[in-house]
């Protein structure tokens, strides 16, 4: 009966991550579920510059300007992911030595399609992952060619070249401490340098088993102190274990990692399902706690069978993360957190 979007009006912005097959309107029950049910799109890869710049001098803006068009259509938000990141990386920049090259293609990548659509996106994740996890700066292409100024640039370019578009820092991992003391240390280095930030953005990408609750709440908390927004841009709440020391999921040290590969493939059983409620519940009751401190939370996917999670860390497992199954059903963590919010 119910809708995310209805029930979360006044709260906050309700989002979900979408592809190409999504915005050429093929499924007309996703398409529903997605009008019903969010305010807000993220393309969940076809804004990433190894699909908008596949060569130095050739940009192709088919499938986003498509995205940006469904979504005027439907009356959806967009939020833009993302401008500079050291993954999913054209080959001509991973391919480049020296610094002259990465600096042309930094400054002309982000004026080029941050200048396309300003105003037309609601915000942009202008840097992606920027940090390691004890708090460093992450050892990519750009800090290595560009300095660890690269982050403040980026945002300063981003700023001239779309000053109608909000911006946004965005990492996983940025609730555990020393990851968020770094992610503290670079957002107040953007506004000691004078550059516009409006916000940050959590990814969200948990495990069932691991929720870090304590550590969500003290970063919302610490984030919104800085006088910026806080956003949970890619929600998803894995099912199954992950290896460990894996990058953007769960910390789950000591799981047979190997075994529990794929256990679940004839569905889920009834006491997974429950802790996968309950963890929505707890996230949502948070969020609802601190919801004049955040702005957005975005799903990272509409249903299971769409979740990068069935492919990572290796392909082909049957992950059950997100509030929509297979069949698109809503399950019964969907159900939950509309009551969390009807209860609240
Ligand atoms: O489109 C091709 C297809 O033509 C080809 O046959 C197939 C074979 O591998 O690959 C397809 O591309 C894949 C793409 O997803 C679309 O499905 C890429 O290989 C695959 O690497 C890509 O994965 C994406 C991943 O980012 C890339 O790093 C995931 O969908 C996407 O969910 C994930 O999203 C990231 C966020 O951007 C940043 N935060 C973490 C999050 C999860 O990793």
Same mark, same amino acid.
């Given at each position: 009966?119910?809708?995310?979007?209805?029930?979360?009006?006044?709260?906050?912005?309700?989002?979900?991550?979408?592809?190409?097959?999504?915005?050429?309107?093929?499924?007309?029950?996703?398409?529903?579920?997605?009008?019903?049910?969010?305010?807000?799109?993220?393309?969940?890869?076809?804004? /990433?510059?190894?699909?908008?710049? +596949?060569?130095?001098?050739?940009?192709?803006?088919?499938?986003?300007?498509?995205?940006?068009?469904?979504?005027?259509?439907?009356?959806?938000?967009?939020?833009?992911?993302?401008?500079?990141?050291?993954?999913?990386?054209? &080959?001509?920049?991973?391919?480049?030595?020296?610094?002259?090259?990465?600096?042309?293609?930094?400054?002309?990548?982000?004026?080029?399609?941050? &200048?396309?659509?300003?105003?037309?996106?609601?915000?942009?994740?202008?840097?992606?992952?920027?940090?390691?996890?004890?708090?460093?700066?992450?050892?990519?292409?750009?800090?290595?060619?560009?300095?660890?100024?690269?982050?403040?640039?980026?945002?300063?370019?981003?700023?001239?070249?779309?000053?109608?578009?909000?911006?946004?820092?965005?990492?996983?991992?940025?609730?555990?401490?020393?990851?968020?003391?770094?992610?503290?240390?670079?957002?107040? /280095?953007?506004?000691?340098?004078?550059?516009?930030?409006?916000?940050?953005?959590?990814?969200?990408?948990?495990?069932?088993?691991?929720?870090?609750?304590?550590?969500?709440?003290?970063?919302?908390?610490?984030?919104?102190?800085?006088?910026?927004?806080?956003?949970?841009?890619?929600?998803?709440?894995?099912?199954? +274990?992950?290896? +460990?020391?894996?990058?953007?999921?769960?910390?789950?040290?000591?799981?047979?990692?190997?075994?529990?590969?794929?256990?679940?493939?004839?569905?889920?059983?009834?006491?997974?399902?429950?802790?996968?409620?309950?963890?929505?519940?707890?996230?949502?009751?948070?969020?609802?706690?601190?919801?004049?401190?955040?702005?957005?939370?975005?799903?990272?996917?509409?249903?299971?069978?769409? &979740?990068?999670?069935?492919?990572?860390?290796?392909?082909?497992?049957?992950?059950?993360?997100?509030?929509?199954?297979?069949?698109?059903?809503?399950?019964?963590?969907?159900?939950?957190?509309?009551?969390? /919010?009807?209860?609240?």
């Amino acid at each position: 009966s119910g809708t995310l979007k209805d029930t979360f009006k006044g709260n906050f912005t309700i989002g979900t991550a979408i592809n190409a097959d999504q915005i050429r309107e093929r499924d007309p029950v996703c398409g529903k579920i997605i009008t019903d049910n969010f305010d807000a799109v993220t393309p969940e890869n076809i804004m /990433k510059a190894e699909v908008i710049h +596949p060569e130095w001098d050739r940009y192709d803006f088919s499938l986003s300007d498509k995205l940006v068009d469904y979504a005027k259509k439907h009356n959806l938000e967009v939020n833009g992911h993302t401008l500079i990141w050291h993954s999913q990386l054209p &080959s001509f920049v991973r391919r480049m030595k020296d610094a002259d090259s990465v600096r042309q293609y930094f400054t002309n990548h982000i004026k080029t399609v941050a &200048s396309r659509y300003d105003g037309k996106l609601e915000s942009w994740d202008v840097v992606n992952e920027a940090l390691e996890e004890d708090g460093s700066m992450r050892r990519s292409i750009f800090l290595e060619k560009l300095g660890d100024n690269f982050v403040v640039e980026a945002f300063k370019l981003a700023r001239q070249a779309s000053p109608n578009t909000k911006l946004y820092y965005n990492d996983y991992n940025i609730e555990e401490p020393a990851k968020r003391a770094g992610a503290i240390r670079l957002i107040k /280095k953007i506004q000691a340098a004078g550059v516009h930030i409006d916000g940050v953005g959590i990814q969200g990408h948990w495990n069932i088993n691991h929720i870090p609750l304590k550590h969500i709440e003290d970063a919302i908390t610490e984030f919104s102190a800085l006088g910026i927004k806080v956003a949970f841009t890619e929600l998803d709440l894995s099912v199954l +274990p992950s290896p +460990p020391n894996a990058t953007g999921a769960d910390v789950n040290q000591n799981v047979q990692y190997d075994a529990k590969l794929n256990p679940y493939t004839e569905g889920l059983p009834d006491s997974v399902q429950q802790k996968l409620t309950d963890g929505y519940a707890s996230l949502f009751r948070l969020f609802l706690k601190h919801s004049d401190k955040i702005g957005r939370i975005t799903m990272w996917g509409v249903h299971d069978g769409q &979740s990068w999670l069935n492919n990572w860390p290796v392909m082909g497992r049957t992950n059950y993360p997100l509030l929509f199954d297979r069949q698109l059903k809503p399950k019964p963590a969907f159900y939950q957190v509309l009551k969390i /919010k009807e209860n609240y």
